[in-house]
């Protein structure tokens, strides 16, 4: 259900930024579906990737395999990325904030870490350059507190101040998928509001599961299912061996 | 043609190259990182090291346990698409005895670190880490002025390893390195380093490479040794010849998850072989199901 939402997320013709785990399914199916015409682009070098099986990893052989262009990663980061030529990134995270901030480097003080996570990889920058962005996140008190531990990725407010007062050129996390429901930034205040649920979830569950008043956008509405043909997609075409769909 | 061979074994190339305290870099973004070579610093003992690389991976992980590293400079520290890299997490988290000095970037952090150092300037500017806890945890990551619009710009350090290994599809014996497929950052990694090994799937002749020179990445002129090792990067891959053993990778979250069962692990496939031709003969049907298929190129014509 979340790699359905969040495909649909993507335009065709596009210009998107692949990150690891569920962001790869959900683009590749975009691919296969509605967006036959978008550019996956991933950090590892592989530009207009079309991989012939999914990719396990970011740095997959099949991303290189008829890809249109491979370039080396000061290429990727320099003319690409900061050249203001990504409209979506796709993140995940850990723990997600009021304000969308992401965290992926640490659970506890930096120092003394209770968990330490892998860090940032290409997540910083994709969250301060990429036109927009969209996190991925399993909805629960822990991974949705009112504030995170440690920005590895900024969101829309960092210490108060707003993301284009700090120089920021992307517009940050426009929307964040979960399990239970879509939340969206407010484009007021840049905080995350309730802006669709599942079939068969409540906007109380949902609250429950967030570690901030979580506020109701004007009208929330209700998510499709995927269709028949996504879920047959998804789980006989593109990951039959429940490599992201596992959970 | 050149007539200064550079060829010469894993072990020699380490034993000559590869010191205690250095500063070493093994690259390759998930593609050609060679496990050769780390598995023979492992068997060398090596010690004190400070290990450079965007994405620490399961070599890295190895080395650790292995106890050959002090500090390690990185920016994502995980198993693709697996999980965690558990005796990092060891050496972080600190249940195993002194904890891991570690100095933490973003992958652009790291490849800008890389390009000064191969363009030989003090550091290199990016627009990035604002909004981010980044700078608060590596003092290194620092702001300048732009002298021309006054806009506040990062910078980060030169990094200048003492050695970089880099795996590569082939190399003639001088040390002039091919490469196809994803190239990470092989290219500014050996070119801010000190010393260069160049280790390979194919040893060719001087004539390969020039037939082809677009493809050629790393000069031989800055090469110190080049060593033929056929499968080296194993678990990882080498596009064209092996693909990556996925399910190894998957293995690993097992295995490293307990430390007495990575011990077994190192002292069966590190310290129990001499080198990668005695690792493969105790891997068997291991070639035969990670061989690459064929999807060539249709070649240019570079005629006048």
């Keep these: 259900m979340m790699a359905t939402v969040a495909a649909r997320e993507l335009a065709d013709g596009e210009v998107v930024f692949v990150g690891i785990g569920l962001p790869n399914l959900a683009c590749n199916l975009a691919r296969v579906t509605h967006a036959p015409n978008l550019v996956l682009i991933y950090e590892s070098g592989a530009v207009g990737a079309v991989p012939e099986r999914l990719p396990v990893s970011i740095g997959d052989p099949a991303l290189v395999t008829g890809s249109l262009m491979v370039c080396g990663m000061a290429d990727v980061f320099q003319l690409i990325l900061q ?103 407010d484009a007021v205040a840049g905080e995350l509001i309730l802006a669709a649920l599942y079939p068969g979830v409540t906007a109380a569950e949902v609250k429950a599961s967030v570690g901030w008043p979580l506020e109701s956008g004007r009208d929330v509405g209700c998510v499709d299912p995927p269709t028949a043909r996504d879920l047959e997609l998804l789980r006989c075409v593109l990951d039959p061996k429940k490599l992201y769909l596992r959970g | 043609m050149s007539d200064v061979s550079k060829l010469m074994s894993m072990r020699d190339a380490v034993a000559r190259f590869v010191h205690d305290g250095d500063t070493v870099v093994i690259e390759g973004f998930t593609h050609l990182i060679c496990f050769a070579a780390g598995h023979e610093i492992i068997r060398q003992g090596r010690t004190n090291l400070t290990l ?111 050695v970089t290994i880099v795996h590569a599809q082939r190399a003639d014996a001088a040390g002039n390195t091919q490469i196809w497929g994803l190239v990470g950052v092989q290219k500014e990694a050996a070119f801010a380093s000190r010393r260069v090994i160049v280790v390979v799937e194919e040893l060719v002749d001087e004539s390969v490479i020039r037939s082809d020179p677009n493809r050629t990445l790393i000069p031989g002129m800055i090469v110190d040794a080049v060593v033929l090792e056929p499968w080296g990067a194993h678990p990882s891959y080498a596009q064209g010849y092996y693909d990556r053993d996925n399910d190894f990778y998957v293995a690993w979250e097992r295995i490293s998850r307990d430390p007495g069962e990575l011990r077994r692990y190192l002292d069966e496939f590190v310290h129990g072989v001499p080198d990668r031709a005695a690792y493969m003969e105790k891997r068997p049907g291991l070639a035969t199901r990670l061989q690459a298929k064929q999807r060539r190129s249709s070649g240019v014509n570079y005629g006048f």
Aim: proline share 9%; charged share 20%; aromatic share 8%.
């Design chain 1, 83 to 185: 050249n203001g030529r990504i409209d979506v990134g796709f993140l995940g995270g850990a723990q997600v904030d009021r304000y969308g901030n992401i965290n992926t480097t640490v659970i506890g003080p930096y120092e003394r870490p209770r968990v330490r996570l892998p860090g940032s990889g290409g997540a910083a920058e994709i969250a301060i350059h990429a036109r927009r962005t969209v996190v991925v996140s399993k909805l629960s008190p822990r991974a949705f507190p009112e504030q995170v531990d440690f920005v590895t990725s900024p969101g829309h407010r960092s210490g108060g101040v707003r993301r284009a007062e700090l120089g920021m050129p992307g517009a940050g996390p426009v929307r964040v998928i979960t399990d239970k429901a879509i939340l969206a930034a």
């Design chain 2, 52 to 162: 450079a690389r965007l994405t620490p991976d399961l070599i890295y992980d190895q080395m650790i346990a292995a106890g050959c590293a002090r500090k390690l400079v990185f920016s994502w520290a995980g198993n693709p698409g697996v999980g965690s890299l558990h005796a990092f997490r060891r050496a972080v988290e600190g249940r195993d005895g002194p904890r891991l000095e570690l100095e933490e970037y973003s992958h652009f952090g790291m490849v800008a670190r890389f390009a000064a150092g191969a363009a030989r300037l003090p550091f290199w500017p990016l627009r990035n880490y604002m909004g981010t806890d980044l700078p608060r945890a590596n003092p290194y990551i620092r702001t300048v002025t732009c002298p021309y619009t006054g806009e506040p710009l990062a910078t980060v350090p030169a990094l200048h390893p003492d």
